[in-house]
């Protein structure tokens, strides 16, 4: 099976644009929480959010463009130019052997909010006045606009997709691009998910199901996923692009490679749309898969980057799911939410854990979880509160949970021709 | 572009050793027809579902026909607890996905217990159910925001619902790419199959007749104004001036061919092959996926028996389109249709609803009509069957492109 490789990565974060800035705010343990600034938020029940502090102009968005372009499609961008810099690709990808995966699960949700306010007249009208309307709402109300944007920034002419399931997007379309280089569809994958859901629209809709965390009078320690004080997520934003290679193309011309993605595993729990049950059986069956399919056993994994939204719900079921995979092991290996400093930015948090995922390898760090002071006591594993810890990190799992039932888990190792060199 | 960089390694080639894909069961909700058999019946008559809009006012629009669904009752396909919670796209996918198991002859709950999942496209999810959520938050304020629309209304709910509504707790997936999408989403249940998926429920159906998104539509411009609902969608007509929106789809049981004889499972036919690509600046890369998609097949153009056009009935976009399957087949070198001009272009259901066509015309060994077109332009150099064609057919390519720049092909196989 032809194998692959993460050779290039860029990241619009909260705390930081650029891979280093986001590495840095994960090493650090700081947080990025805090009262919602892109909007007025005072009427709602859960005013915080991790925000990037994210200007388009410093990134080369002309007025027009960024008006044109969704937030979230700036993101996708911008960290798919860095990734394809940072991989030493630029100018030098083949297109019609270069593909592009974005997952997102609201897509352009920020425009489509905005621009519904204009034709409605702040909802006014069911017969919205279609005159009114900017000449790219088709592009909002479509998101593969945001894939074909990212496909032409970088000249990719093969395989082109936006993967839509929920929160686990960030790890299945990476997880798709794989499948695209294995079966030989493509040798390279710009590839990873972006999100921009900080409008009045998502905020209202996770009020509804007081899925998000109402700590207003604290948002930097909102968000403290595992502990016993915690109460919802805390909305997040941002994106990760990888750059995946077939394993001899990056090896022939020397590229640096982060980590190997060496499998991966979906599973659904067909159970509720937004419910989990607690005894976390379908991600531990992904988690299983995952480790089969990289022919490892569960003592392998060095690090466990969780989902760790923060919910109760969350944490119950997603330790539960550790523990049925990873047996007696799930006690021993340090697992860790970056929920804790950057929130939870939907479709695009699993594209940036496994970005961390694989800094976590290239740099022999675990980054913390932030805010957990006192574990929850179902939550009884080593959460690595607070401080990053330095250790030997070979291989990580990182996994993911959403909406729909999707439960998602992917396996990154130490590359072996590093090992060789 | 030249041969030589379109050749795929070696471990492309292989991919044709591994298991096969067959379709076992089929669902459709079309504007000509709800039930596969129905619409397929309609569609062999000619008979279009466009007319004018029902499902909201479109007095104030300057488009005024649509090709929606009739005849579909909520109540008969969903139990009342669902309803509050669904945008019309679900309850029509869920429809169409117990229309394609109930026809699979197989019982979901029977499978391995992680052996069966849903790959479906989408465009704009629940649509009609965002806009009234959005209409509640800027009149009334955020706190009138249904609990139901975290849910509801994004793009994985189709996927997720028919998950749960049949225990299909396999590797599941959502996969947008505009009306591209229904093909990508079948080739990626396809490789599911491929990994060890006993059955997968794949493709799509959509809707988005509502103001919010006639807005969007009239935004791209790419609609015809004319008001005539017989001569309003003409691919390939040199009076071609848009396309017509509708709703729909098919959805399919794939399973993979030996799973399928080992239970004696009837068989519509299979997917042998499938590739996307993206067009570069000036370069349209349409031929290229098709000739990916033979390639992946196994197959030579001479052995393709008809072709089921995108039809984008836009003047420059059917230009192409000719022009690519010219270069691949020679000047009328094979029989092409394009029965969506009697439902126009479904968005993620679109290509779906042509593979069902493919499918049951590689059954019946008829190709069903284009109709309104009377023959195509003279730029436009294509063998376009107008009325049904009794032929031997042996293997159907499908052609979809999605706005922005997304193409993608599909080599269905008598089987």
């Keep these: ?421 | 572009m030249t041969t030589a960089t379109l050749d795929r390694p070696a471990a492309r080639a292989g991919a044709r050793a591994a298991t096969g894909s067959v379709v076992t069961g089929i669902g459709v909700a079309a504007p000509n027809g709800l039930g596969t058999e129905a619409w397929w019946a309609a569609t062999l008559r000619g008979e279009s579902g466009i007319r004018p809009v029902t499902r909201f006012d479109a007095s104030r629009y300057p488009v005024r026909i649509a090709g929606e669904v009739s005849g579909f009752v909520d109540e008969e396909h969903l139990p009342s607890r669902l309803l509050p919670q669904t945008d019309r796209v679900t309850r029509l996918s869920l429809a169409v996905a117990k229309e394609a198991l109930d026809d699979c002859g197989t019982d979901p709950a029977a499978l391995p217990e992680y052996g069966g999942g849903v790959v479906t496209a989408s465009s704009a999810g629940g649509f009609e159910f965002g806009q009234r959520e959005l209409q509640a938050l800027w009149s009334k304020g955020g706190q009138h925001v249904s609990a139901y629309q975290s849910f509801a209304w994004f793009y994985a709910v189709n996927t997720g619902q028919i998950s749960i509504r049949h225990g299909l707790r396999g590797s599941s997936g959502v996969v947008v790419t505009e009306q591209a999408g229904g093909l990508d989403a079948i080739a990626h249940a396809r490789r599911q199959i491929r990994k060890g998926a006993r059955l997968m429920v794949t493709g799509g159906v959509d809707s988005a007749l509502c103001p919010w998104g006639w807005a969007a539509h009239l935004a791209a411009d790419e609609l015809s104004h004319a008001t005539d609902p017989s001569r309003a969608y003409l691919p390939f007509d040199a009076a071609a001036g848009g396309h017509v929106v509708g709703e729909g789809g098919a959805l399919f049981v794939l399973e993979s061919d030996v799973a399928a004889r080992e239970r004696d499972a009837r068989v519509y036919g299979a997917f042998t092959g499938y590739a996307a690509t993206f067009d570069g600046p000036g370069t349209p890369r349409l031929g290229d996926a098709a000739r990916l998609a033979l390639a992946d097949a196994g197959l030579r153009p001479e052995e393709i028996d008809v072709v089921f056009a995108d039809a984008a009935g836009a003047r420059a976009a059917d230009r192409a389109e000719a022009e690519a399957l010219a270069a691949l087949f020679g000047p009328r070198g094979v029989p092409v249709t394009a029965p969506k001009s009697m439902t126009g272009r479904l968005l993620a259901g679109g290509a779906c609803l042509d593979v069902a066509a493919a499918l049951l015309a590689l059954r019946d060994q008829v190709v069903p009509p284009t109709t309104g077109t009377a023959e195509p332009a003279a730029d436009c150099p294509l063998d376009l069957v107008t009325a049904p064609r009794e032929t031997p057919l042996g293997h159907a390519l499908v052609l979809a492109r999605g706005r922005g720049g997304f193409n993608s092909a599909a080599v269905l196989s008598a089987v």
């Design chain 1, 1 to 421: 099976m032809r194998r692959v490789v993460i050779t290039g990565i860029g990241v619009v974060a909260p705390g930081g644009v650029g891979t280093r800035a986001f590495w840095d705010t994960l090493t650090a343990g700081r947080t990025a929480t805090r009262g919602i600034t892109l909007f007025d938020a005072s009427t709602f029940r859960s005013r915080i959010a991790a925000e990037a502090d994210f200007d388009p102009a410093a990134h080369g968005f002309g007025p027009a463009e960024a008006a044109r372009l969704d937030r979230a499609a700036q993101f996708a961008l911008v960290s798919a130019r860095e990734a394809v810099e940072d991989s030493g690709l630029t100018g030098a990808l083949e297109p019609v052997r270069t593909g592009v995966t974005l997952g997102s699960a609201v897509g352009c949700t920020t425009g489509l909010d905005n621009e519904y306010g204009v034709v409605s007249e702040n909802g006014s009208t069911w017969e919205v006045d279609h005159t009114r309307a900017v000449a790219h709402l088709f592009d909002y109300f479509v998101p593969s606009s945001m894939a074909a944007e990212v496909a032409r920034a970088v000249g990719a002419q093969g395989p082109v997709s936006l993967v839509s399931t929920g929160c686990t997007s960030g790890i299945d379309s990476v997880c798709h691009a794989v499948d695209l280089i294995r079966e030989g569809s493509a040798d390279v994958m710009v590839s990873g998910a972006t999100e921009a859901p900080i409008s009045p629209i998502t905020v209202a809709c996770f009020d509804a199901i007081k899925a998000t965390s109402p700590r207003n009078d604290d948002p930097e320690t909102a968000s403290r996923p595992f502990d016993r004080s915690r109460n919802g997520f805390v909305l997040g934003e941002g994106s990760a692009v990888l750059v995946l290679e077939e394993f001899e193309h990056a090896r022939r011309r020397g590229a640096h490679v982060y980590a190997e993605i060496a499998g991966f595993a979906g599973r659904s729990n067909a159970y509720h749309m937004t419910g989990l049950k607690s005894d976390g059986a379908e991600m531990a069956e992904a988690i299983r898969a995952a480790l089969d399919e990289a022919r490892l056993d569960a003592t392998a994994v060095d690090y466990v980057n969780a989902h760790g939204s923060g919910t109760k719900q969350n944490d119950r079921h997603e330790t539960a799911a550790f523990k049925r995979s990873l047996g007696e092991h799930a006690y021993r290996v340090p697992v860790s939410s970056i929920k804790s400093m950057i929130g939870h930015s939907l479709g695009a948090i699993g594209s940036l854990e496994v970005a961390a995922s694989a800094l976590a390898i290239e740099h022999d760090t675990v980054p913390p979880t932030a805010n957990l002071h006192e574990a929850d006591p179902a939550c009884d594993l080593d959460y690595t509160p607070l401080t990053a810890r330095e250790q030997r990190t070979n291989t990580v799992l990182s996994v993911g949970s959403g909406f729909g039932g999707f439960q998602s888990a992917i396996v990154l190792t130490r590359p072996r021709l590093q090992e060789a060199a």
